[in-house]
């Protein structure tokens, strides 16, 4: 846990130098996925499991959380689950499920960085890597971001195909693409994260979050009675940072249900803005499905919430 808090650490400073990070993106996606690209699937999965717990996954017998998640990584596939976790083609499901208002609405989207025109842009506004995980720009003044060294950071992102770094296959096939949404905050100027673990269709928790990559992170986890559950996720939880539980709930935990019913595991990630519920993304292995529970027990208590579906690859 002390390397993943470190490298929470120097990512937050990374993040804060483009030009840092552009090195950053280059050198995992060059030398990265050549070295990864080596192993099997199973071996690679072996590796980054093994790099968190000094042990390899039970993967003939799964209990723990993160046990099956790999399950699902190696044994699992549903062409469903790679629309979903598209961030541009996951609009279309929510869209069909009949939760069409709840989208941030798209200012465009983009097959080549260079299409982007800054000048017909709004002055707030997000950039999101369609196809990756935390690959994105959250612009409050696009007259104060480098966008020379942002840019070559996209094209970056665009070359790069995430399924290689922890064999989430629901990456391996998603078209890259930059998609611009309207940029949301609350009226505090912050963004609460509402994170719903769902388990064969049905939530079971929510993880709540504020100041995700900023120097102060606060997360906590609650039942779906709002009480304060006795574990955290990378950090512990804090019994004293309170989270006032909104007054529309009911209906993220609704939709939750609803988004959730196709997959076995699945995460279902809102915000809720002044009373307005945005839909965030789904989440199919958070954290790549490293077991990073605190107190590790938990990842087996959560585990059992989890039936695995039959093995169809």
Not at 73 to 95: E, F, G, N
Not at 222 to 240: A, E, R, S, V
Not at 258 to 282: H, M, W
């Amino acid at each position: 846990m002390a390397i993943v808090k470190e490298f929470k650490k120097r990512f937050r400073w990374v993040k804060k130098n483009p030009w840092i990070l552009l090195v950053w993106n280059e050198r995992r996606r060059i030398q990265g996925e050549k070295e990864i690209k080596k192993y099997t699937d199973k071996q690679a999965i072996d590796i980054l499991y093994k790099s968190h717990v000094n042990q390899v996954p039970n993967l003939d017998n799964p209990t723990k959380f993160s046990e099956k998640l790999q399950w699902l990584k190696l044994y699992y596939r549903d062409p469903l689950m790679t629309q979903c976790a598209d961030k541009y083609s996951v609009r279309d499901y929510v869209t069909k499920c009949g939760y069409g208002e709840i989208l941030n609405p798209l200012i465009n989207s983009y097959e080549n960085v260079d299409d982007i025109d800054l000048s017909a842009l709004p002055d707030k506004f997000v950039l999101k890597g369609s196809h990756g995980s935390a690959w994105n720009i959250i612009c409050k003044d696009k007259s104060k971001i480098n966008w020379r060294s942002w840019k070559l950071i996209m094209k970056s992102w665009m070359r790069q195909n995430l399924y290689w770094y922890g064999r989430e296959w629901v990456y391996k096939d998603i078209k890259p693409r930059i998609i611009c949404e309207e940029y949301i905050e609350d009226q505090l100027g912050s963004l609460l994260d509402y994170k719903f673990f769902c388990f064969n269709g049905e939530p079971k928790f929510v993880q709540v979050d504020v100041g995700r990559f900023d120097k102060q992170n606060y997360r906590n986890f609650y039942d779906l009675d709002w009480n304060l559950l006795p574990f955290g996720k990378d950090i512990p939880h804090n019994p004293n940072i309170k989270f006032e539980k909104p007054k529309n709930f009911s209906k993220m935990v609704e939709i939750a249900r609803t988004l959730s019913q196709p997959f076995p595991y699945v995460r279902a990630d809102f915000y809720n803005v002044n009373g307005k519920i945005y839909f965030g993304e789904l989440t199919f292995f958070p954290a790549s499905g490293t077991p990073d529970f605190r107190p590790s027990k938990y990842d087996e208590i959560v585990g059992s919430w989890l039936v695995l579906p039959e093995r169809n690859n």
